[in-house]
């Protein structure tokens, strides 16, 4: 899909290649893209839809977590806009490289598919504007704010804030596309028991009124965030609660009652009990 916009001057590009989304946020000194795709190709399309778009020139990129699918579009953007100022989460930027570089290898593994090449020929460019808990950027007359609410989706998850047209970009800490039924991105790299506690940080940030958009997938509404803390709560109650009665990590999937399919949470609770303190944790009854 082309650039939409939902609010005043953010605009949100739904692509079809894994349902993820790029968006723009403009100010009188130019345009701030979130996430820049899952390939150079991919990327190039992406800035071709920006200047057919007509509102400006990027002057900043922001990559809301390491993932390939929100990062392997850097290279493009820095060789278009001069070298453009790319900011991350420090742990992010950290690991855009060896996250890049493991998709790669995987993808050399899967001959069939359509963007193996693609994906392949892609210059891995890592973040060079970190931060570690907030940051501002100025776009002249509007502010955005950088904010790290805490580990989810990954150790370096951020959130973009447009105060002043009440948008919040939440990359992967919310999911709403269909192509994973709305599931939670729950990957290896996945923090369970700490993921609920960092959307709540992000629901501070938000009103009633607000438009969030996911990383995946359509705009939500904050009631949509809330539904979704909840269920990924109790992904992290159940874990807990599981450990705490001494069932085994090779049963827990099984036993559990679970608010999403349990093909969808293995890497979770598998996290889940690698991430709780020994206290937390019985041995199995015999």
């Known amino acids: 899909m082309p650039f939409t916009e939902v609010a005043d001057r953010v605009w949100v ?6 349902d993820v989304n790029v ?19 991919a990327a190039r399309a992406v800035i071709d839809d920006i200047r057919h778009l007509g509102v400006g020139e990027v002057v ?18 820095r060789t278009a806009y ?17 996250a890049g570089e493991r998709i790669k290898a995987a993808y050399a593994d899967e001959p069939d598919d359509p963007h193996r090449e693609e994906v392949q020929a892609t210059a891995i460019v890592p973040a060079d504007r970190t931060f570690s808990s907030a940051a501002a950027l100025d776009l002249g007359d509007r502010l955005v704010e950088l904010v790290h609410p805490g580990r989810g989706h990954t150790a370096g998850d951020l959130v973009v804030r447009v105060p002043d047209a009440d948008v919040l970009l939440a990359g992967d800490l919310v999911e709403e596309s269909a192509v994973r039924n ?10 369970p028991l700490e993921w609920p506690l960092s959307l709540d940080i992000v629901l501070g940030l938000t009103t009633p009124a607000s438009i969030v958009v996911p990383g995946h997938g359509a705009p939500v509404d904050r009631e949509f965030v809330e539904d979704q803390r909840n269920a990924i709560g109790v992904v992290a109650e159940t874990i807990r609660d599981l450990a705490t009665r001494g069932v085994p990590l090779a049963e827990a999937l099984e036993t559990g009652e679970w608010p999403y399919p349990r093909e969808e949470l293995a890497d979770a609770v598998r996290r889940g009990y690698e991430q709780l303190p020994r206290s937390q944790k019985r041995l199995p009854l015999i």
């Open 13 to 18: 590009a739904r692509h079809e290649w894994f």
């Open 23 to 41: 968006s723009l946020v403009a100010g009188d000194r130019g345009l701030l893209v979130v996430d820049t795709h899952a390939s150079a190709a």
């Open 60 to 77: 900043a990129v922001v990559n809301t977590h390491e993932h390939f699918d929100h990062t392997f579009g850097n290279g493009e953007f």
């Open 82 to 98: 001069a070298a453009v100022p790319i900011h991350a989460h420090e742990t992010a930027a950290e690991q855009t490289l060896p």
């Open 182 to 191: 709305g599931v939670p991105g729950f990957g290896s790299d996945c923090y």
